[in-house]
């Protein structure tokens, strides 16, 4: 086995671990709304496929209702990065990200950034009690790590967007998250 995809995979384990041990909190330790121009958490849908302008590589995707409307909806994440000849990632030091759910016409872009020295990464679980799956994104750049969780909200037709875990103002001194 490669030593990068050795890598991701423990990577998805310790993530996985970590979201699947940890009580679901609202806002915890008192961490600002993601989008701190505007205050709002809400992705909204666009009829402009966000795809087609800069995103290279589609490197994973996974169709699941989440809405409950009885139709599946797709969920992919892209990077600018490219492949080579020979398929393999052409990594920059840092690259744009997509990760977008398409519904039907509709699109939401979960997230859409620039990410320097780093990877995302995204789950989709379903919590107990909790009747619509959630989507959680990772971002992991090695000098910050971030987990955001995203949940239909039918009342505003969008996505609720809720950080979970972002160590930008913590100081780590480790981590066993290899780095790639």
């Keep these: 086995m490669k030593p990068g995809i050795f890598r991701v995979i423990l990577l998805m384990i310790a993530v996985t671990s970590l979201i699947a041990c940890q009580p679901i909190k609202k806002n ?12 709002d958490t809400i992705i909204q849908a666009t009829e402009k496929d966000p795809r087609q302008n800069s995103m290279a590589t589609k490197l994973s995707e996974f169709a699941v209702d989440l809405d409950l409307d009885g139709e599946e909806e797709k969920i992919e994440l892209h990077t600018a990065a490219e492949r080579n000849k020979n398929g393999e990632m052409v990594w920059d030091d840092g690259q744009k990200w997509l990760l977008v759910v398409q519904d039907g016409d509709l699109y939401y872009s979960l997230l859409d950034e620039y990410v320097q020295l780093g990877q995302v990464y995204f789950n989709v679980s379903y919590y107990d009690n909790e009747p619509l799956p959630t989507i959680t994104v990772i971002t992991d750049t090695g000098a910050n790590f971030k987990l955001v969780n995203y949940v239909y909200d039918k009342a505003q037709k969008g996505y609720s967007a809720e950080l979970v875990y972002d160590s930008k103002d913590i100081n780590h ?8």
């Design 173 to 180: 001194i480790f981590t066993s998250i290899p780095s790639y």
């Design 28 to 39: 915890p330790m008192n961490q600002q709304p993601l989008n701190e121009k505007t205050k």
